[in-house]
């Protein structure tokens, strides 16, 4: 399986391992993040999306605050790290679920090195298929956008899982049903389900030894 779909599929087990129901709600992604990674918490913001104090204008954005560790016995401890969330109070309710997603996994990839490169073709499509999605800028296999574009395969993933998708793509492909529906029914952005929809044959082979479907 690719690099960051073990990771994705990893999480995914870990959810599914704490008896997480799906659909996923966002307390039990960050409950399951902070107990797998660096960070000790994850709290949220709404933000106008014109932000002074940010200094961008935000739909969302994720930074990581070190706060010093207490000292035990005259000796420090470990830094504890906490995630910041800030979410535009613009965004509908459908996109603020999406971009609280697609934050809370880019923790995953936030140590990411600079030298990590992807060189499998159909991992290069689908990096390239959600550049519609805002971005810090930079080639979608560059470094600076890895992290971000990862953190939206991942809350793709957890929103609008491959396993369903399998269950509803015929349907799809036959127009009985629209991607607006399948919007409604998983509470996903609409462009996301056509992403998903359009690159199916893409995420088949990446997904598709791991759930053991025929080629």
């Not at 679920?97 to 934050?103: P, Q, T, V």
């Not at 349907?171 to 996301?192: C, D, H, W, Y």
Request: hydrophobic share 40%; glycine share 6%.
């Amino acid at each position: 399986m690719h690099g960051p779909y073990t990771k994705i599929f990893n999480l995914l087990q870990l959810m599914m391992a704490q008896k997480k129901p799906f659909p996923f709600v966002l307390e039990d992604l960050q409950e399951t993040i902070v107990g797998w990674t660096f960070v000790s918490e994850i709290q949220f913001y709404e933000v106008p999306a014109k932000n002074e104090n940010l200094g961008e204008d935000i739909d969302s954005n994720l930074r990581l605050v070190s706060y010093p560790p207490p000292l035990a016995n005259g000796t420090a401890g470990l830094p504890r790290i906490v995630a910041d969330i800030y979410i535009g109070d613009h965004l509908c309710p459908i996109e603020m679920r999406w971009a609280s997603f697609k934050e809370c996994c880019q923790i995953i990839w936030a140590d990411l090195p600079d030298t990590y490169s992807v060189s499998d073709p159909d991992l290069q499509v689908l990096l390239h298929g959600l550049l519609f999605e805002r971005s810090t800028g930079g080639a979608p296999t560059s470094p600076p956008l890895l992290s971000e574009q990862f953190a939206r395969l991942c809350a793709l993933e957890l929103l609008f899982p491959f396993g369903e998708r399998l269950r509803w793509y015929d349907a799809f492909k036959n127009n009985q049903v629209t991607a607006q529906e399948l919007s409604g029914m998983f509470a996903v952005p609409e462009r996301i389900v056509r992403h998903l929809m359009d690159l199916h044959d893409v995420y088949v082979r990446i997904w598709g030894p791991l759930y053991r479907l025929k080629p």
